[in-house]
């Protein structure tokens, strides 16, 4: 498993273009492309980013077109372009909605995606909220939750080490099928998305990892708590990597208005203010930073990993 519970505050982001809410997305990303892309992925790495992460969206229908954007690249052609032009960090689907997919034909292009990029697959799941994208493909949205507990079964057996996976549900059957190539990991760590009492659930019972969504900080110890009461009372002992999604950051003084939510100032403040999540029992933080332009992102990314990065552990 890439990232483990070691007792270190680990790092990661959402990769910016490949998906252009109004909630998150700059301006500039509007006319950004893949060169773009590569050359943020490639600054990630050099600055000790754990992963990148894209999400998962197959169409945004158009009364959710003005807020989220149609604006959604696959995450899996996504990671796979970036694993091309990267090396070591891993990459991770931040969220797979996988009740848009039968779970062999998800695992046969994450299993490819591990077997290309020599196993930095982290695969993140989540249950998906647009319902006339699940229409559209014939997925069931109202069945959605206990789909998504049987696919994170059934993806356990398809991503496993056998040629021939075998599983049997009451969704989903499959056996004497071969897929090959095989994941190069041995175990393809599997992370649950969400926050709502059945997203926790999930991640508690199923999950080698668990990806809030949108929790503030003084919501997270009371969650982390019973995410971790479940595991408990379920009689789970192997760790899981908790995360969390930090407020916007930006490095230093930005000299224009970055919103009321944006943390801002000296390294050392910065790293004193993010090590509060460790304190809380997070793992990983997912972090974004407010730019004005790809220039501005990568000296915000370049400052976070030689300034901010080392004051995580102090």
Known sequence: MPILPNGRLV???????????????????????????AEIARAAERSG????????????????????????????????FLAGVTDRILLMSHVAVAGLRHPLIT?????????????????????????????????????????????????????????????????FAFEGLGQRPRPAQRHVPIWVGGSSPAAVRRAALRGDGWLPQGDPRKALPAQIGRLKSLREQAG????????????????????????????TGKPEL????????????????QVRFRSRDRGELLDQMAAFGADVAPHLHD
């Not at 990661?12 to 252009?20: D, K, W």
């Not at 790293?271 to 990983?284: N, T």
């Open 49 to 80: 980013f754990a992963y990148l992460a894209s999400c998962d969206h197959v169409a945004i229908p158009r009364r959710l077109a003005g807020a989220m954007s149609t604006i959604w690249y696959d995450p899996v052609a996504t990671l796979s």
């Open 236 to 263: 789970i002992v192997d760790p899981i990597t908790v995360g969390a999604i930090t407020e916007a950051l930006y490095v230093g003084d930005p000299g224009w208005e970055t919103g009321r939510r944006t943390l």
């Open 107 to 171: 695992a046969k292009q994450y299993a490819t995606l591990d077997h290309l990029s020599g196993g930095r697959l982290i695969l993140g799941v989540g249950a998906g909220h647009v319902r006339e994208e699940f229409e559209a493909v014939g997925a069931d949205f109202d069945g959605r939750g206990p789909a998504l507990d049987e696919t994170v079964d059934a993806l356990r057996a398809a991503l496993g080490p056998e040629e021939y996976p075998s599983f049997r549900g009451e969704r």
């Open 11 to 37: 790092y990661g982001m959402q990769l910016p273009i490949q998906s252009q809410s109004t909630i998150y997305a700059e301006p500039w990303e509007a006319d950004a492309g893949p060169a773009d892309l």
């Open 270 to 285: 910065l790293a004193e203010s993010l090590r509060a999540y460790r304190a809380m029992g997070v793992d990983q933080i």
